[in-house]
């Protein structure tokens, strides 16, 4: 069956342009999770979705960066006033049960 | 805070030869994961161990959890080119139901 998605693959932006990045889960997977993956580093835990639960902002870096999900499937991750420091690849990864996670091809973001 | 290390960053390994890559927890751990993630791709889950002291077994992947919960352990018996890449483990604590992924060690091959 087909995995998550991610739109753009990639992504070149001005700093301080506003950028939009999108999910899309696998379908039935109640939990959604973005994660930051800076060149060569492990994954940075941004933000997670359960259902029609409060989202766990805990991870969000600073409030220019936000979140959200519609209708318990699409995601989508928005950045704004872009600074160099941003740039890094963004992956989305959905679950069925909290547990195993199916992440995307992730979308590679470059501020210049 | 909660934190999953890994050890270590960096494996290079000759073709054939057995490695182990260690994943440490300071606090006792719900269950713990296993991704990998080749060159340029994205991470993709291996297993879940739940139980204490927990032995899994995936072809030439052993994967370990350890009596107390705090420590995993993943080892690689006669490494091929196609076990290049990075490997991460990633655990969920009690209090949390978060994936906190350790750095991951990268693994290259020498033929």
Redesign the interface.
Known sequence: GAGVSQSPSNKVTEKGKDVELRCDPISGHTAL?W?RQSL????E?LI?F?GNSAP?KS?LPSDRFSAERTGGSVSTLTIQRTQQEDSAVY?C?SSPN?????????TRLTVT | GQQVMQIPQYQHVQEGEDFTTYCNSSTTLS?I?WYKQRPG?????LI?LVKSGEVKKQKRLTFQFGEAKKNSSLHITATQTTDVGTY?C?GTFFND????????T?VTVRA
């Open positions: 999770y994660y060569g580093q492990g994954l835990f997670y359960q766990d991870g992956l990864a909290r547990y195993e996670q199916y992440f995307g091809p992730g | 269950n994961q791709g994205h991470p993709v889950f879940q991460f990633a139901y978060k994936l906190s992924f350790g750095a991951g990268t």
